[in-house]
């Protein structure tokens, strides 16, 4: 089991990951969420300031977790996803840290995170690790919640 940067390999896996979970878990997920950024992750996600990592486990992408700089002092955490049949073994905190220690290494002030009120787990992490609940947005007719950490 390892977090590292994403490679160019781990590209098709990842969207796949992800579009799965938005599709079977999340009926809104194609409204509120394009899936742009996962056909080049590369360069939506490789800025200076701008990272996109996965956990993978004996070759399988089982998560993922990228930041996007919003500012100079602000970052957004987007992509956090874990396989079910993964969850519930820290793998979504792992991935979470990793993005935060990203963050801080790279001089941001504060970390945003949005989340629908179905994505109950990553709410719960996301608060676990000092995210506070900081104002309500539509987007695309879903309603968002803006999540941040200052550091």
């Known amino acids: 089991m390892q977090i590292r940067p994403i490679q160019s390999k781990d590209a098709k896996q990842v969207k796949k990951l992800i579009s799965d979970i938005l599709s079977k878990e999340f009926e809104f997920g194609h409204n509120a969420y394009s899936y742009g950024d996962l056909d080049s992750i590369d360069k939506v996600y490789g800025g200076k300031r701008e ?34 049949s993964f969850r519930r073994k820290g793998y979504g905190s792992l991935l979470l840290d990793r993005a935060l220690d990203f963050c801080k290494e790279k001089d941001y002030h504060e970390v945003v995170f949005h989340a629908v009120t179905s994505m109950k787990n990553a709410i719960d992490l996301c608060r676990s690790r000092g995210f506070k609940e900081k104002e309500e947005l539509v987007l695309s007719g879903v309603d968002v919640t803006r999540f941040v950490l200052t550091f």
């Open 51 to 84: 990272g996109f990592f996965v956990f993978e486990e004996k070759g399988k992408i089982a998560g993922a977790v990228g930041v996007k700089e919003e500012s100079k002092k602000t970052a957004i955490i987007r992509r956090l996803f874990v396989d079910p």
